[in-house]
């Protein structure tokens, strides 16, 4: 069993499955439910996955809120990227500890959050937004989530406007990512990965056009990430009927350096290639 403290939050579910609780431990408190209250005290003892009994009888599992089940939790003024788009977006970002990451926009976060675990407190993240209104709101999120995050810091501007300093990582999440091409050339390492996530393919047209015309890029893919939810129960196994079909396609691709300007310069003596071959 996984322990909770207090402050942590929680989830309660019914035995029942038909209603659904959420709340954060503190000491001396009950949780009031339909079926009687709940000591938070009995929670805390109940563990993740455990099981409470409200005082009707009613019995109750503990979860601790995943980070699927917080940003779906998670009141929306902006679309988040789904968590299973997300989880492709850090395998083929690659991202891990110590790299520097530029976002655009911050919405309501549910990336950065993503981002940030995946730091683990190594290396930086920055996230450029142009309301200020979603740059303050999801600073809340955030910090809800994962308490204080002093690697990320949040500028309310344009990234069509440009790019300051140099990235490991650029990941984008807004509208017309074609404008940020330009940028990149000098705002993401040669060698940095570029991750674009967008819901239409005539945006994912411009964007690769953009990037291929760039001659910035290579290794361009474009793919969407398709979860299809099995039903088994009994003897009905089969595909769900009714799923949730399209979220995104995304696109990720490597910043690299152009033929026409390599490192070196050598003395080209074709002839000497030709008598290596033979020998
Ligand atoms: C779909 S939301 C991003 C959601 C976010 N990735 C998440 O997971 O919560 C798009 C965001 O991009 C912001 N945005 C649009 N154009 C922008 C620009 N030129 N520069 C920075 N942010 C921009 C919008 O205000 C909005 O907050």
């Given at each position: 069993m996984s322990s909770l403290n207090y402050g942590d939050k929680v989830i309660l579910v019914d035995e029942k499955k038909k209603s659904r609780h959420n709340t954060v431990l503190k000491e001396g408190i009950r949780f009031s439910t339909q079926y009687g209250f709940i000591e938070h005290e009995d929670i805390l003892k109940a563990g993740d996955g455990g099981v409470v009994k409200a005082s009707k009888g009613m019995k109750y599992r503990v979860y601790s809120p995943s980070y699927i089940d917080y940003v779906m939790g998670i009141k929306r003024r902006a679309q988040i990227i789904y968590p299973k788009d997300t989880a492709v977006m850090l395998m083929w970002g690659d991202i891990h500890p110590g790299l520097d990451i530029l976002e655009a926009g911050i919405g309501q976060g549910a990336l950065?959050?993503?981002?940030?675990?995946?730091?683990?407190?190594?290396?930086?993240?920055?996230?450029y937004e142009v309301r200020d209104d979603f740059a303050e709101q999801a600073q809340g999120f955030i910090?809800?989530?994962?308490?204080?995050?002093p690697n990320h810091s949040v500028e309310v501007r344009s990234i069509y406007d440009g790019i300051d300093g140099q990235y490991d990582r650029i990941m984008l999440d807004l509208p017309e990512p074609w404008h940020v091409i330009p940028h990149s050339k000098e705002g993401l390492k040669v060698g940095g990965t570029l991750i674009v996530y967008l819901p239409t393919i005539l945006q994912v047209k411009s964007c690769v056009?953009?990037?291929?015309?760039?001659?910035?890029?290579?290794?361009?893919?474009t793919f969407e990430f398709i979860k299809r939810p099995w039903k088994v129960e009994g003897r009905s196994v089969r595909p769900e009927m009714w799923t949730f079909n399209h979220s995104a396609f995304i696109i990720s691709a490597k910043r690299v350096g152009s033929f026409t300007e390599p490192v070196n310069e050598v003395e080209e003596k074709p002839s000497e290639t030709g008598a290596d071959e033979e020998e």
């Open positions: 950065s959050i993503a981002l940030l675990r995946a730091l683990g407190g190594q290396g930086t993240l920055t996230s910090r809800d989530y994962l308490g204080e995050t056009d953009a990037m291929e015309e760039s001659g910035l890029y290579d290794d361009i893919e």
